[in-house]
């Protein structure tokens, strides 16, 4: 499911269960831990634990038991609750697919991503190569938070020329440098939809000229309008992607003294 807009109490859950933040980092915290960010995290079963979506949104995807599961553990957990995962784990979707699940859900997509990600995982792909300038530029990105950034800028502080640094990352990602800054500043907006700002406000914090730039980007990306999608998020859809029912058993625990 996606998740977003929420502190939550300490609880547990009865399944092994994988973070992905969409657009930035979330925060999370033990009992016995300070708060920590992380870009994404597997989490064992019956850890007790909180989460700050710090005004953004997560991809939570829960494992029962069985062959992956116990690959994902023995693979990653061993005798530890948590690992986070540095590496970007989104580098693995074609640019906008993740924004094409939230804006037009389907289970036939979403169970698309989720088997790729959870595949990744398991055989360690997570780790592949790329260029490391590829990555330099996709973090400064993502970290952006003005919508102003170009690559202009970017270029600069990667030490490259801006004609290079457009031609290494076409190559690597299929898509131009141009191109994907413009799906994050989408991937933004929609969040700050997600977590309740109207179409202005989430126009605004996106970086686009206004209510109108945001409604044809939206639209010519996607084929879906801002008002759409926000009286579409209302319904807080959730999506099943196996064909038999989950059993997730979630145990809130109360706050530590």
Same mark, same amino acid.
């Given at each position: 499911?996606?998740?977003?807009?929420?502190?939550?109490?300490?609880?547990?859950?009865?399944?092994?269960?994988?973070?992905?933040?969409?657009?930035?980092?979330?925060?999370?915290?033990?009992?016995?831990?300070?708060?920590?960010?992380?870009?994404?995290?597997?989490?064992?079963?019956?850890?007790?634990?909180?989460?700050?979506?710090?005004?953004?949104?997560?991809?939570?995807?829960?494992?029962?038991? &069985?062959?992956?599961?116990?690959?994902?553990?023995?693979?990653?957990?061993?005798?530890?609750?948590?690992?986070?995962?540095?590496?970007?784990?989104?580098?693995?979707?074609?640019?906008?697919?993740?924004?094409?699940?939230?804006?037009?859900?389907?289970?036939?997509?979403?169970?698309?991503?989720?088997?790729?990600?959870?595949?990744?995982?398991?055989?360690?792909?997570?780790?592949?190569?790329?260029?490391?300038?590829?990555?330099?530029?996709?973090?400064?990105?993502?970290?952006?938070?003005? &919508?102003?950034?170009?690559?202009?800028?970017?270029?600069?502080?990667?030490?490259?020329?801006?004609?290079?640094?457009?031609?290494?990352?076409?190559?690597?990602?299929?898509?131009?440098?141009?191109?994907?800054?413009?799906?994050?500043?989408?991937?933004?907006?929609?969040?700050?939809?997600?977590? &309740?700002?109207?179409?202005?406000?989430?126009?605004?914090?996106?970086?686009?000229?206004?209510?109108?730039?945001?409604?044809?980007?939206?639209?010519?990306?996607?084929?879906?309008?801002?008002?759409?999608?926000?009286?579409?998020?209302?319904?807080?859809?959730?999506?099943?992607?196996?064909?038999?029912?989950?059993?997730?058993?979630?145990?809130?625990?109360?706050?530590?003294?």
């Amino acid at each position: 499911m996606f998740y977003s807009s929420y502190i939550t109490p300490f609880h547990s859950h009865n399944t092994l269960h994988l973070i992905i933040d969409i657009c930035g980092e979330f925060r999370f915290r033990t009992p016995d831990t300070a708060w920590m960010t992380y870009k994404s995290l597997l989490i064992k079963e019956n850890v007790i634990h909180k989460l700050d979506t710090s005004r953004g949104v997560q991809l939570i995807i829960y494992l029962e038991d &069985g062959e992956l599961a116990d690959c994902l553990r023995s693979r990653y957990l061993l005798d530890r609750d948590t690992v986070g995962f540095d590496e970007e784990m989104l580098f693995l979707l074609e640019p906008g697919r993740l924004q094409q699940c939230i804006l037009n859900p389907g289970s036939r997509l979403l169970e698309q991503v989720v088997r790729q990600l959870l595949s990744a995982l398991r055989t360690g792909e997570i780790y592949k190569s790329i260029d490391p300038r590829v990555k330099n530029a996709i973090r400064l990105v993502r970290a952006d938070r003005t &919508g102003e950034l170009t690559s202009t800028e970017i270029a600069r502080s990667l030490f490259m020329s801006e004609s290079r640094l457009r031609s290494v990352f076409r190559d690597c990602l299929g898509i131009s440098l141009h191109q994907y800054i413009l799906l994050h500043k989408v991937n933004f907006a929609i969040t700050r939809i997600m977590n &309740g700002d109207n179409v202005a406000e989430a126009a605004a914090a996106g970086g686009f000229a206004d209510s109108s730039h945001f409604h044809r980007v939206l639209f010519n990306l996607f084929g879906v309008s801002p008002s759409r999608f926000m009286k579409e998020n209302e319904r807080k859809r959730i999506e099943r992607v196996a064909s038999a029912p989950l059993h997730v058993v979630t145990e809130v625990t109360s706050e530590p003294r």
